[in-house]
């Protein structure tokens, strides 16, 4: 079932079936549709005594069990929530099962089990069979982001513009229970029935996404001067060192020169991976299950074309580890001169971090000016975005 049709079952107040799966990975998104639940289920004088959370990770079956047992004098139904239902031995999973599908379990009780392991959804699938409904949380794809921000605003009772919602997802990233917290706060800000504009996130919202070196290199790699310089100084003001950042830029750099390097003497080999990696860059930025598939779908090829490589080519290009052909892709952003331009630049910088010039940083950030975006030093182009 998706989540559409169970929020269409809690709007009628009841739910088909007593037993609910909340698999997946995302989950603030349970953690919401059971208090979704609460509020459809419940009345508000009988949530003390009818509402029970139980942390796997924390607790065991015989916690769950004890708390089945015994006479309700309420009306309203009892609902449990097992989050991390991974944490479990076997052999207490299997007694939560058997004790949900006794026949002197309690009618009156709905049970939400919180999983996220694929093995462990599928044996819980099999093993409560027809007495359960299972619902898939994932994290909204990037492009559907907005209309989420959008929709959870109006759960506050407000609305959020366009701009509004752009500006909040730049500050906050994609972290759904970070963006709900501030959403939750920008509607008491406006009031009920008001409209969240770009000024009042502005003025409200702190830069508070979680970043990381792995987000600066994609910026790297994408040519975003304006994130990479951002993103640069965030990681530095958050602790992260100077030298470790530029030891993973320099790598990358090399890593890129590399490829160049191969592409150019052995087209016999790196043709067609070019060709792939331009339609795989064609699509960055897009998460919508056609594009994710075409994207799969070239790397794999890729991947193939790579395992018939020769040895010392295969295993310095490392194809096959996670994220490898979409990371390398983004080599073909930068001419194979502009690299070796560059690297003069990049053993200047390898010296100047080693002594005691007045800011690491802006010598860093003086440096990505020059690899990103250099016109904006020079006055003239000395490279453009693209492969020859």
């Keep these: 079932m998706d989540i559409a049709a169970f929020e269409e079952q809690l709007k009628g107040g009841a739910l088909a079936k007593k037993i609910s799966v909340f698999a997946g990975r995302e989950d ?60 479990l031995t076997v052999a207490n999973r299997k007694s939560v099962y058997s004790t949900i599908l006794s026949p002197y379990f309690a009618q009156d009780i709905h049970v939400f089990i919180g999983v996220t392991a694929q093995p462990v959804t599928a044996e819980s699938v099999k093993a409560l069979s027809e007495s359960a409904e299972k619902i898939d949380f994932w994290a909204p794809f990037a ?50 029935n008001g409209i969240i504009e770009e000024k009042i996130v502005a003025a409200n919202v702190s830069y508070i996404r979680e970043e990381s070196i792995f987000d600066l290199l994609n910026a790297i790699g994408r040519r975003e001067l304006g994130s990479a310089l951002e993103i640069i100084e965030n990681i530095t003001d958050k602790g992260e060192p100077v030298q470790k950042t530029w030891f993973m830029i320099q790598k990358t750099l090399r890593d890129y020169r590399l490829f160049h390097d191969l592409c150019f003497d052995r087209p016999d080999l ?103 975006n250099p016109v904006m030093k020079t006055g003239k182009k000395t490279g453009s975005m693209g492969f020859n």
């Design 270 to 372: 790196f043709s067609e991976v070019v060709s792939s990696m331009k339609k795989i860059l064609a699509l960055s930025g897009k998460s919508d299950f056609k594009s994710n598939s075409e994207k799969k779908n070239l790397v794999t090829a890729i991947q193939t074309a790579a395992s018939e490589w020769p040895d010392l080519i295969k295993e310095t290009m490392a194809f096959g580890a996670p994220n490898a052909v979409s990371n390398m892709a983004f080599a073909i952003n930068y001419r194979h001169s502009e690299l070796r331009e560059i690297w003069p630049k990049i053993l200047e910088m390898d010296a100047a971090l080693k002594t005691s010039i007045p800011s690491h940083l802006l010598a860093l950030q003086e440096f990505l000016v020059d690899l990103i």
């Design 143 to 192: 492009n559907q982001m907005p209309g989420w921000v959008q929709k959870s605003a109006a759960e506050f009772g407000a609305r959020i513009t366009p701009g509004a919602t752009d500006l909040l997802l730049h500050k906050t990233g994609d972290d759904l229970r970070l963006i709900y917290q501030e959403l939750r706060k920008l509607a008491i800000t406006v009031g009920k």
């Design 28 to 87: 603030f998104l349970k953690e919401r549709m059971f208090e979704k639940a609460i509020l459809a289920l419940v009345r508000p004088d009988e949530r003390s005594e009818n509402v029970f959370r139980i942390d796997f990770s924390l607790a065991d079956a015989e916690d769950f069990i004890d708390k089945t047992t015994g006479f309700c004098f309420s009306e309203d139904p009892r609902l449990f929530y097992l989050s991390n239902f991974d944490s």
